[in-house]
Nanobody, 122 residues
């Protein structure tokens, strides 16, 4: 059974940094999404099964970095220069059927973590 466990969320001031981790029970094509109160869940970043390809939403490009440690089956999201509008519950997700490239759409992911809260104060 595929399991995803996020950690690393918290409260940070604007301009600060946080690193989220997602420990998976196996190696998959992975992504991060976020959902703010009253809004739909949106794509943040994705990384291919090999780790060689990454993709970012425009809103986080040049501030966030997705990476993975395949020996640990763990994916990270390094978030720098955080803004209040980054406040949301962050979810990691796995596309267990894709082995090449990245998955950009929510519907492509078939496994989800429980989410971790990130709050950025102004």
């Amino acid at each position: 059974q595929v399991q995803l466990v996020e950690s690393g969320g918290g409260l940070v001031q604007a301009g600060g940094s946080l690193r989220l981790s997602c420990a998976a029970s196996g190696r998959y094509t992975m992504g991060w999404f976020r959902q703010a109160p009253g809004k739909e869940r949106e794509f943040v970043a994705a990384i291919s099964w090999s780790g060689g390809t990454t993709y970012y939403a425009d809103s986080v490009k040049d501030r966030f970095t997705i990476s993975r440690d395949n020996a640990k089956n763990t994916v990270y999201l390094q978030m720098n220069r955080l803004k209040p509008e980054d406040t949301a519950v962050y979810y990691c997700a796995a596309d267990t059927k894709k082995w090449v490239g990245v998955a950009l759409k929510r519907a492509e992911y078939d496994r989800w973590g429980q989410g971790t809260q990130v709050t950025v104060s102004s």
